[in-house]
Every structure is written in structure tokens, then in C-alpha cells.
């Protein structure tokens, strides 16, 4: 693999790291990494302080871009195929009774989980593709859900990508060469052309003020 196709992974969770692609940003880009930014700082989100959290997070799978129609029958129909459910909890909003799209599920043991999880990722359920992740609100240091602004993956559409994760991970910073661009650039100036891209390159332009 080329050091541009690098990928790597979060350990702790840091919700201004999780906002950026390469994991290198310092400030908060948009509203909901501040406020997860906030959370994490102020320590006002507590995972183990959740009272609906049961099981072992070492057996247990997140699933998540479920249809809002697939009914905890039907999950764990699907998640029978990896391995024995002991628990199994359908996320639901707390007023419609509406699936809020995502699901945690329990196995019998970590062996029939981690078959799961490496399964039941991209497997599709009523017609849609899921993603399956380990158990990271109990799991990962520094963890803020995504109702708070954290969490990991997102969709475009959404304008609120997180990354590190499993379904969109950290990428390698890519290497600017500079070198040989400035090379390039005093070629096309001896050939009376420039191109603009080159010249957009903020310390080529001070080079030339100089």
C-alpha cells in the first residue's frame, strides 16, 4: 500500500480528531464537533451512567443504518446467522416509539461477536446495508455519541462525516511535493507559461514577492 492509501485507526476518542480526514485538526470546524468538543471537556457525558446499557460490551455489536422499518425480529433473524443473541436492543425514539436506525446486539460469546463482526458488515437487512462496529460507548476512552456531536461515520448528505472509525478511518496525510513542483514551476516560467494550480501554492508566491 502506498503511503497516500494509508488508513488508520482511532484507540481514544477526541471529537475535534474525529472531525477531520487525516485526524489533524486542532480547532472545531462546525457546530456539532464544538458541542461534542464541550461534552468531552466538561465531562458531561458519563457511557457506564447509560441505565439501558446491559450485557457484556466484550459480546456485544453496534449495527447501525438499519431501515426505520426493520422490527427486532427481524434483526435478530439476521444476526442469528453469526452466532447465538442473548440480548438485543432496537434503539427507539423515546416519544414516537420510531427505530431511530440503529441497534445493539449481545452474542453468547466475544468468539460468535467477532464472527459478527466480520460478517455482518455491508450484509444487507430489508434491503439495507448496515454496518457493524464493536461496542464503543462502553469500549473507547473519551467516547461521545453522535446525539451529541461525536460518534463515527455519517454520510455526506449529512455534512457531518466523523472519522477513525471503522466505516470511514483516518487517512495518511497526502505528501505535497513540493520540490518538484517548484521545479515544474521554474520550467514553465522559462517556457513563458504558469499553471494556476502551481501558482496557488502559498509559499511559491512568497518565494516570488521576495
Not at 426505520?68 to 444476526?79: C, F, G, S, V, Y
Not at 467477532?114 to 446495508?129: G, N, Q, V, W
Not at 478511518?169 to 521545479?183: G, K, Q, S, T, V
Request: one cysteine or more; aromatic letters at 10%.
Amino acid at each position: 500500500m502506498r503511503k497516500t492509501e494509508a488508513v488508520f485507526y482511532a484507540e481514544t476518542y477526541h471529537p475535534i480528531q474525529a472531525g477531520s480526514i487525516d485526524g489533524t485538526d486542532t480547532l472545531p470546524h462546525d457546530s456539532a464537533v464544538y458541542r461534542a468538543w464541550l461534552c468531552s471537556s466538561a465531562g458531561l457525558y458519563d457511557p457506564s451512567g447509560d441505565p439501558k446499557l446491559i450485557g457484556d460490551p466484550y459480546c456485544t455489536l453496534f449495527v447501525g443504518r438499519l431501515s426505520h422499518l426493520t422490527t427486532e425480529h427481524t434483526l435478530r433473524q439476521a444476526m442469528s446467522k453469526y452466532g447465538r443473541v442473548k440480548n438485543l436492543r432496537l434503539v427507539r425514539h423515546i416519544v414516537t416509539g420510531a427505530s431511530r436506525g440503529y441497534a445493539f446486539v449481545e452474542f453468547e460469546t466475544e468468539r460468535e461477536m467477532r464472527r459478527a463482526y466480520k460478517d455482518a458488515h455491508h450484509s444487507l437487512i430489508d434491503d439495507y446495508e448496515v454496518i457493524v462496529d464493536y461496542n464503543r460507548q462502553q469500549l473507547m476512552p473519551g467516547w461521545i455519541p453522535r446525539r451529541l456531536g461525536g460518534g463515527f461515520g455519517g454520510k455526506k448528505e449529512s455534512g457531518q462525516l466523523r472519522f477513525g472509525g471503522r466505516e470511514r478511518p483516518f487517512r495518511a496525510p497526502i505528501r505535497i511535493p513540493y520540490d518538484d513542483l517548484e521545479n515544474l514551476e521554474s520550467h514553465l516560467h522559462q517556457k513563458g507559461n504558469t499553471c494556476p494550480a502551481i501558482r496557488s501554492l502559498p509559499h511559491l508566491e512568497e518565494k516570488e514577492a521576495q
